[in-house]
């Protein structure tokens, strides 16, 4: 697989950030199936960087669970278990927070995986790229993207110092 910090002459690094947000919004109108294909591409795509989701699905392991518990006791429909009545978790609710998992991950992961091919000056030269219309309004394009970029740098810093 070629590098995209290889490419950084090539092609501007706001073009990487633009398809990435065209990912994810292509991704909210998706079939379950054509979901978990982009889940499992993603995951082959990790094979180059080992830990990177593995770290991903240990910080967010709760956030998964209470979703998927989330969407299966308060969806309508029928029940999984129909002796427990309310207690059971409805079966279009599982599929709905399953559903919800899946494009949280492929969202995440694949924003990770952007973070690990460009580098800070990649992303701030894409942010700046993508802000620069916002520009004739008057709002300070340079200060916010250089707020964003420091703003993902500091997460990760937080994140890694307390291994979350």
């Known amino acids: 697989m070629r590098n995209l910090k290889s490419c950084s002459g090539v092609v501007h690094p706001a073009t990487f950030i633009f398809l990435w947000i065209l990912f ?17 591409v993603l995951l082959f795509l990790s094979v180059f960087y080992p830990f990177l989701l593995w ?33 059971s978790p409805s079966i279009e609710g599982l599929y709905a927070g399953m559903y919800s998992i899946l494009h949280l991950w492929c ?17 701030l030269r894409g942010m700046l790229g993508l802000l620069q219309p916002l ?22 810093r937080f994140l890694m110092q307390f291994r979350l």
Request: proline share 2%; net charge positive.
């Open 24 to 40: 994810v919004l292509s991704t909210a109108h998706l079939s379950l199936a054509y979901l978990s294909l982009f889940s499992l």
């Open 107 to 123: 969202m995440v992961s694949s924003l990770l995986l952007l973070r690990q091919y460009l580098d800070a000056g990649a992303w």
């Open 135 to 156: 520009a004739w309004s008057g709002l300070p394009v340079q200060r916010l993207a250089v707020r964003l970029c420091l703003t993902l740098q500091y997460a990760e």
């Open 55 to 87: 770290r991903l699905f240990k910080r967010s392991k709760i956030l998964f669970l209470s979703t998927l518990f989330i969407y299966a006791y308060s969806g309508n429909g029928r029940y999984l278990y129909p002796a427990l009545g309310w207690a």
